[in-house]
């Protein structure tokens, strides 16, 4: 039972573009939702997070939004750069605990110059 | 300086060897996890500690052995490897409950485990 999806598991944009990235949850428990970025041979980092009780966090040129009737939250880049190339995972967990933290697959993001 | 260290960064080995897996965090947490990244990229929860303490034990072989000599530390022991084990292990930890980056993991650079 994959309580946290990310549908699609890569996404090219161009330079200077936008890039969303999408995920899916199922588990209404869920209240504390998170992206990390990791590149490879790296570990995950954190990237911006969101509270259910707010519905968008915004820090810098990332932007996540929140869908709570449809369980959906997405990710925006804007301007996408080519440093921005990894892969992204969304996470969920309950009552902001770390250690309940599900994380869905992963979405590798290329951004071209 | 590293926030989250792991050692050996690769290892391979044969099928029914033990091996080991050593974390170390100098941020100060008292919570740390042993996460295990399969084939298909899903990053799965082991084991959590907290203050030394196992909090999270989630369905993992007996095989799987942690050990946490102080709240800094959370090695990962691995009896009688099999191929499945093959698959790149995480350590992490976080900040306490109700504090203000609670939910955030702080991972380490990842351990590839290679089982021939």
């Known amino acids: 039972d994959q309580q946290v999806k990310q549908n699609s598991p890569s996404l090219s944009v161009q330079e200077g573009r936008i890039s969303i990235l999408n995920c899916d949850y199922t588990n209404s428990m869920f209240d504390y939702f998170l992206w990390y970025k990791k590149y490879p041979a790296e570990g995950p980092t954190f990237l911006i997070s969101?509270?259910?009780?707010?519905d968008k966090n915004e820090d810098g040129r990332f932007t996540v939004f929140l869908n709570k009737s449809a369980k959906h939250l997405s990710l925006h880049i804007v301007p996408s750069q080519p440093g921005d190339s990894a892969v992204y995972f969304c996470?969920?967990?309950?009552?902001?605990?770390?250690?309940?933290?599900?994380f869905g697959d992963g979405t590798t993001l290329t951004v071209k110059p | 300086d590293t926030a989250v260290s792991q050692t050996p960064k690769y290892l391979v080995t044969q099928m029914g060897n033990d091996k080991s897996i050593k974390c170390e965090q100098n941020?100060?947490?008292?919570?740390m996890y042993w996460y295990k990244q399969d084939s298909k990229k899903f990053l799965k929860i082991m084991f959590s500690?907290?203050?030394?303490?196992l909090i999270i034990n989630e369905t993992v072989p007996n095989r799987f052995s942690p050990k946490s000599p102080d709240k800094a530390h959370l090695n990962l022991h691995i009896n009688s490897l099999e191929l499945g084990d093959s698959a790149v292990y995480f350590c992490?930890?976080?900040?306490?409950w109700g504090t203000g980056r609670a939910g955030e993991l702080f991972f380490g650079e990842g351990s590839r485990l290679t089982v021939l």
């Open positions: 996470a969920a967990t309950p009552n902001t605990n770390a250690g309940k933290s599900t």
């Open positions: 500690y907290n203050n030394k303490e």
């Open positions: 969101i509270s259910s009780i707010k």
């Open positions: 992490a930890s976080s900040q306490a």
């Open positions: 941020l100060g947490h008292d919570t």
